[in-house]
């Protein structure tokens, strides 16, 4: 069963920058899509930034448009967020999910694209 193994999280300042990665946990297999998406205690999982595999078509959510940046490499297979500028509000859990289908019944944006996921990596962004 593919799985996704997230690594990068960690306490930084508010105004930090912190670097995600994600990568398959076992053989690299096939992807229409990946995505970043964070979770806080309590809340629903919430969509950050998506990136299409073939085009490197990329989407963001406005709470850390022009903050964040998502790239991949079609080598190592793996997913990067760079984040920037970071704020006490982008603490979470940060989770990477792949569309391995790309079906588009529903938009990047959205959880119910994806059906590959880690299990998340901890961002606390303190004061």
Known sequence: QEQLVESG????????S????????????????MAWFRQVSGKEREFVAAI?????NKDYADSVRGRFF??????????????????????????CAADPYGRRTYSLRDIRSYSIWGQGTQVTVSS
Do not use: E, H
């Not at 299409?52 to 490197?56: A, L, S």
């Open 9 to 16: 999280g960690g306490l930084v300042q508010a105004g930090d």
């Open 18 to 33: 912190l670097t995600l990665s994600c990568a398959p946990s076992g053989r690299p297999f096939g992807t229409y899509a």
């Open 52 to 56: 299409t595999w073939r085009n490197g």
């Open 70 to 95: 998502i790239s991949r490499d079609g080598v190592k297979n793996t997913v990067t967020l760079q984040m920037n500028s970071l704020k006490p509000d982008d603490t979470a859990i940060y989770y």
